[in-house]
């Protein structure tokens, strides 16, 4: 596998304060095309991006997340994403050329194509050349994924609309059907925490690894994601690594893996899914601003914990006219 086709497979985040080894792996992925991902409110991850890349900047790659409507109205991210954007600008000191989006927490889809959003959308394509994003999708939010496909078409040739979402063997936002459908319309994916690490998956490394029979569970889900790679052609993995010897590590273990995948030697890696539990999220928003009937019946006070959100919401967004798009 060439240095160029793993910067097509992989997006690497972390790496949330700055210092002399973080910054020793940070321009070496940025060196090697690897997409970055951060966000505004990641401690230094900014300032460790722009004195990493100093000299290489039109090197980078980056992917930030930016919050719409954040549930939580005292935080950071309860602002118009257009500010959120012209900060991470002002503290990384330069625009990069290679800028891709992530837009976190609920939209409903009819929202995307409302007049603020279409203006929102040609602002940044025009400011900052932005042209890929990659709406957050939890099942909980029932996203018609035709409906993405639509928006494609409702925006073709000025932005383009994909998903990022949780997935690994062992907990997945997407099913094989949706990936299908998903990659007959070209529409991109990204697949968040590949490796089955973090707080997120229900299922974790060492229950995965009972049920490998010896098999190692990293390298299983490497295998997972580098097969669906193969399989639908429009997917990439994002995860970290906290020093330059894990990620050379891992980069030798995809290489290893998609070596034996080309040929056909499934043996140290193939893992019978009928034989895992699946954890696929459908309860599940980390951010708690979708709450589905069920939950308000389950627990009345959701419901009146809503109301006083929307209210406040609505007070505050005063102060930039409504408008969360900006």
């Given at each position: 596998?060439k240095?160029?086709?793993?910067?097509?497979?992989?997006?690497?985040?972390?790496?949330?304060?700055?210092?002399?080894?973080?910054?020793?792996?940070?321009?070496?992925?940025?060196?090697e095309?690897?997409?970055?991902?951060?966000?505004?409110n990641?401690?230094?991850?900014?300032?460790?991006?722009?004195?990493?890349?100093r000299?290489?900047?039109?090197?980078?790659?980056?992917?930030?997340?930016?919050y719409?409507k954040?549930?939580?109205?005292?935080?950071?991210?309860?602002?118009?994403?257009?500010?959120?954007?012209?900060?991470?600008?002002?503290?990384?000191?330069?625009?990069?050329?290679?800028?891709?989006?992530?837009?976190?927490?609920?939209?409903?889809?009819?929202?995307?194509?409302?007049?603020?959003?279409?203006?929102?959308?040609?602002?940044?394509?025009?400011k900052?050349?932005?042209?890929q994003?990659?709406?957050?999708?939890?099942?909980l939010?029932?996203?018609?994924?035709?409906?993405?496909?639509?928006?494609?078409?409702?925006?073709k040739?000025?932005?383009?609309?994909?998903?990022?979402?949780?997935?690994?063997?062992?907990?997945?936002?997407?099913?094989?059907?949706?990936?299908?459908?998903?990659?007959?319309?070209?529409?991109?994916?990204?697949?968040?925490?590949?490796l089955?690490?973090?707080?997120?998956?229900?299922?974790?490394?060492?229950?995965?690894?009972?049920?490998?029979?010896k098999k190692?569970?990293?390298?299983?889900?490497?295998f997972?994601?580098l097969?669906?790679?193969?399989?639908?052609k429009?997917?990439?993995?994002?995860?970290?690594?906290?020093?330059?010897?894990?990620?050379?590590?891992?980069?030798?273990?995809?290489?290893?893996?998609?070596?034996?995948?080309?040929?056909?030697?499934?043996?140290?890696?193939?893992?019978?899914?009928?034989k895992?539990?699946?954890?696929?999220?459908?309860?599940y928003?980390?951010?708690?601003?979708?709450?589905?009937?069920?939950q308000?019946?389950?627990?009345?006070?959701?419901?009146?914990?809503?109301?006083?959100y929307?209210?406040k919401?609505?007070l505050?967004?005063?102060?930039?006219?409504?408008?969360?798009?900006?």
């Amino acid at each position: 596998m060439k240095k160029q086709e793993i910067s097509n497979k992989l997006i690497f985040g972390g790496l949330l304060d700055h210092n002399i080894e973080a910054e020793e792996l940070r321009r070496l992925q940025i060196i090697e095309g690897m997409p970055i991902h951060t966000c505004n409110n990641y401690r230094e991850s900014i300032e460790l991006i722009k004195n990493a890349s100093r000299g290489i900047e039109k090197n980078l790659k980056l992917l930030t997340k930016i919050y719409y409507k954040y549930p939580n109205i005292k935080h950071k991210r309860f602002r118009p994403l257009i500010d959120q954007l012209n900060e991470i600008v002002d503290r990384l000191g330069f625009i990069p050329v290679d800028w891709s989006l992530q837009l976190c927490c609920y939209c409903n889809l009819k929202e995307l194509t409302k007049i603020n959003a279409s203006k929102f959308f040609a602002k940044i394509k025009q400011k900052y050349n932005i042209n890929q994003i990659y709406l957050e999708y939890y099942p909980l939010y029932n996203y018609k994924l035709s409906q993405i496909d639509k928006l494609n078409n409702f925006y073709k040739s000025k932005i383009s609309f994909g998903l990022i979402g949780y997935q690994n063997l062992c907990n997945r936002v997407f099913t094989k059907n949706d990936l299908k459908f998903l990659s007959s319309k070209s529409i991109n994916i990204i697949f968040l925490g590949f490796l089955g690490k973090g707080i997120q998956n229900r299922y974790s490394l060492d229950s995965l690894s009972n049920a490998l029979n010896k098999k190692n569970s990293i390298d299983a889900n490497i295998f997972y994601l580098l097969s669906c790679q193969n399989t639908y052609k429009n997917i990439k993995g994002l995860t970290h690594v906290s020093s330059i010897d894990h990620y050379l590590e891992l980069k030798k273990k995809l290489e290893q893996i998609d070596e034996s995948l080309n040929k056909s030697d499934f043996s140290n890696y193939f893992i019978d899914e009928k034989k895992l539990s699946i954890y696929n999220f459908h309860d599940y928003d980390q951010y708690g601003g979708y709450i589905t009937l069920r939950q308000y019946f389950k627990k009345p006070k959701l419901l009146m914990s809503k109301i006083k959100y929307i209210i406040k919401a609505y007070l505050k967004s005063f102060k930039f006219k409504n408008n969360f798009w900006g």
